[in-house]
């Protein structure tokens, strides 16, 4: 049998470091813990580790853990998705509209099928016409954030099937079915880049696109693909987002690009592309929702939130380099 290419092996262990033992992956699990004693001695473990305060920090999580799953492949790739915050408005705007002329089914469809045209939209825009991700990714962003405000006219959509709420607030084994959804789309994310030859050629086409192509890769499908998977988590998210609202909110999601990145690095991924850990970004998911609440239960000022998420946000750049 035919050895494999060298730049196969090398991609094929680095990932398997990465991903499995990758220490980064495992500090930001130890950082976690700390943070939680933290809060829980600064507003009592009683108070901050009770059922119903996990219950609200596994909730307030979900829609950010969609977000971030899907930003976790465009990362990897090396690029980067300003859209999803724009998404989840649009998303969950159809949702609305659809559910109250239709159905509940249908609703949820069209605002999953909205975030996949919008995601694939990205990919081929970026890819095929070679206008930077970046710049793609803002563009579509401020469409969709623009169509959400228009087919709602400004207003949140209100009165939706009751059916409908259990999504955002159901329980099952007394634990928010929203979260449950978005742990399941990180471990089907997880398995697709480690178990599948398609997570190899993610991590190939970061880590070096030029070696990725001459070993036969279609990076152009690999690219487009990523962003296509991060469109569809994020009208999963926008769909989820309007049953836990219980309303559509125009503007819902737009405050949740900043976090989706900073989980995706506190996670591990590099911004620079081919390293990085679902499980990794899970955790920095959780990093993320467990300051806010913390600063919530503490009752500081929510102007404080959006400058903590940003020193955080660097400080996990900062430590990325020091650690890799």
Request: proline content about 3%; some cysteine; hydrophobic content about 55%.
């Amino acid at each position: 049998m035919e050895s494999e290419k060298p730049e196969v092996v090398a991609v094929r262990h680095k990932r398997k470091i990465r991903f499995i033992g990758g220490k980064q992956t495992a500090l930001v699990w130890i950082i976690l813990g700390g943070i939680i004693i933290v809060f829980g001695i600064l507003c009592g473990f009683g108070t901050f580790l009770s059922a119903q305060n996990i219950n609200v920090i596994l909730e307030q999580g979900s829609v950010l853990g969609f977000l971030a799953a899907g930003q976790t492949f465009v990362i990897l790739t090396g690029g980067i998705d300003l859209s999803i915050g724009g998404i989840v408005a649009f998303s969950g705007v159809i949702t609305a509209l659809t559910m109250l002329t239709t159905n509940i089914p249908l609703g949820i469809l069209a605002g999953i099928a909205i975030g996949f045209i919008m995601g694939l939209s990205n990919g081929v825009v970026s890819v095929y016409l070679r206008v930077p991700p970046f710049v793609t990714t803002l563009a579509v962003g401020s469409i969709t954030a623009a169509l959400a405000l228009i087919f709602s006219n400004g207003q949140p959509i209100w009165d939706l099937p009751g059916g409908f709420y259990f999504l955002g607030s159901g329980e099952v084994i007394r634990i928010p079915f929203i979260s449950l959804m978005m742990i399941l789309s990180f471990f089907v994310s997880f398995w697709f880049l480690v178990k599948t030859a398609y997570g190899r050629h993610v991590y190939a086409t970061g880590g070096n696109i030029i070696a990725a192509r001459a070993n036969g890769i279609n990076t152009n499908l690999i690219l487009i693909s990523v962003y296509t998977i991060s469109g569809l988590l994020s009208g999963i998210g926008g769909v989820f987002d309007a049953a836990r609202l219980q309303s559509a909110q125009p503007l819902a999601g737009l405050d949740e690009v900043l976090p989706a990145i900073a989980a995706v690095v506190l996670g591990g991924t590099s911004l620079f592309g081919g390293e990085g850990s679902a499980l990794g970004t899970l955790g920095g998911v959780f990093i993320m929702t467990v300051i806010t609440n913390g600063m919530n239960v503490m009752a500081l000022s929510p102007y404080w939130q959006g400058a903590v998420e940003g020193f955080v946000l660097i400080g996990a750049i900062a430590m990325a380099k020091l650690i890799a």
